[in-house]
């Protein structure tokens, strides 16, 4: 043995229980080379004025997004203390101790649309207890007692039980 440790891939679902991976899972690798994924966004449109001629001129533009995907590469002790549940993934069924948690997780993940005023004062992953909310065009900014976030509407946040 070199004296490293030797790394997993974590990835978070939804539902709350994370999948670990060996870094050499087939099912990973675009987490794992830090792949880009194009997606066609379809076409905007957009007004650049009048011709000669008085009609007006619309220029046509392919929308795409882009995704990062960047793998979350953990030790076994780091995995073990992971606030959340996690599982082996079914093809590599990698070697790691057994999830230590059960039942539910004492991590709840949330919209930021879901905020309420039973949520203030609990503690947020990241800015601690929550004291303010604030939304705008381009999402939210959540603050707490030590910091504070910004969250696209679409995204989620994420505090404890």
């Known amino acids: 043995m070199n004296g490293e440790a030797t790394l997993y891939v974590l990835n978070e679902k939804g539902d709350g229980v994370a999948v670990v991976h060996t870094s050499a899972c087939g099912t990973i690798q675009h987490q794992v080379q830090q792949a ?16 000669d001629d008085g009609d007006s001129v619309i220029l046509e533009k392919p929308n ?20 959340r549940r996690y599982r082996r993934c079914q093809v590599c069924s990698p070697n790691v101790p057994d999830s230590p948690r059960t039942g539910r997780s004492d991590i709840v993940r949330m919209r930021p649309q879901s905020i309420g005023i039973r949520h203030f004062g609990r503690e947020f992953i990241g800015i601690g207890p929550l004291v303010a909310i604030t939304m705008s065009a381009d999402g939210f900014q959540i603050q707490g007692e030590s910091g504070s976030i910004s969250i696209p509407h679409d995204g989620y946040v994420e505090y404890r039980r």
């Open 64 to 83: 795409s997004s882009v995704t990062h995907y960047e793998a979350l590469l953990v030790t076994v002790d780091e995995l073990v203390a992971w606030p």
């Open 36 to 51: 880009v994924k194009w997606e066609d966004g379809g076409y905007s449109y957009e007004y650049v004025g009048k011709n």
